[in-house]
Nanobody
């Protein structure tokens, strides 16, 4: 049974950092790509970052140079390190997998976590 559980969200000031975790079960995180997505109030869900099975990393334009995705195979966990956070990063962050080796379009992900709230405010 595929399951994804996010954690690590919270309240942070602009310029601060957070590290989100996505704990996976039911499959091997080094076999399949895992993506991070976010949805702000009143906006559509958007892709943030993705890590393929061979270790290739992809980032949305708005987070390039500030966010970093990584993986700990032994812990079956994918991380999203978020630095230099801005108020516009405020959203619920989700991890997801399509059980494919490569990253996919958002509509191709059938397996999602419950999300973790990130709020960036003074």
């Amino acid at each position: 049974q595929v399951q994804l559980v996010e954690s690590g969200g919270g309240l942070v000031q602009p310029g601060g950092s957070l590290r989100l975790s996505c704990k996976a079960s039911g499959f091997r995180v080094d076999y399949y790509a895992i993506g991070w997505f976010r949805q702000a109030p009143g906006k559509e869900r958007e892709g943030v970052s993705c890590l393929t099975n061979d270790g290739s990393e992809y980032y949305g334009e708005s987070v390039k140079g500030r966010f970093a995705i990584s993986r700990d195979n032994a812990k079956s966990t994918v991380y999203l390190q978020m630095n230099s956070l801005k108020p516009e990063d405020t959203a619920v962050y989700y991890c997801a997998t399509a059980l494919l080796g490569a990253c996919s379009g958002i509509r191709e992900y059938p397996y999602w976590g419950q999300g973790t709230q990130v709020t960036v405010t003074v």
